[in-house]
Nanobody, 124 residues
Framework: VQLQASGGGLVQAGGSLRLSCAAS????????MGWFRQAPGKEREFVAA????????YYADSVKGRFTISRDNDKNTVYLQLNSLKREDTAVYYC??????????????????WGQGTLVTVSS
């Protein structure tokens, strides 16, 4: 499975972006798709996840109410809508795919494949 993330860029605080993650190769059987981010000098952290079947969503407290994860099954694509962006949202955003549940959607260990990352920069 290959994951291609896109949609990052430079945006002012308070603005919006929509990130996309397209899955190709052998996307069938994906159990959960997630978004993580990593800011300079910090560890990778969970942002949001969505169960591929059923669409149940999970969010980090820091983005709840501002970010929305969604999926398009026909296009094998997951989206992350980022609204009301803050400077502290600046990071490289990575999408990831997990094929089975390993105990926590919030942990990178639950995911099998990762995209290359897309940079989101929020200016004041």
């Amino acid at each position: 499975v290959q994951l291609q993330a896109s949609g990052g860029g430079l945006v002012q605080a308070g603005g919006s972006l929509r990130l996309s993650c397209a899955a190709s190769g052998r996307p069938f059987g994906v159990y959960v798709m997630g978004w993580f981010r990593q800011a300079p000098g910090k560890e990778r952290e969970f942002v949001a996840a969505i169960r591929w079947s059923g669409g149940t969503t999970y969010y980090a407290d820091s983005v709840k109410g501002r970010f929305t994860i969604s999926r398009d099954n026909d296009k094998n694509t997951v989206y992350l809508q980022l609204n009301s962006l803050k400077r502290e949202d600046t990071a490289v955003y990575y999408c990831a795919a997990g094929y089975r549940y390993r105990g926590s959607y919030y942990s990178p260990d639950n995911y099998d494949y990762w995209g290359q990352g897309t940079l989101v920069t929020v200016s004041s």
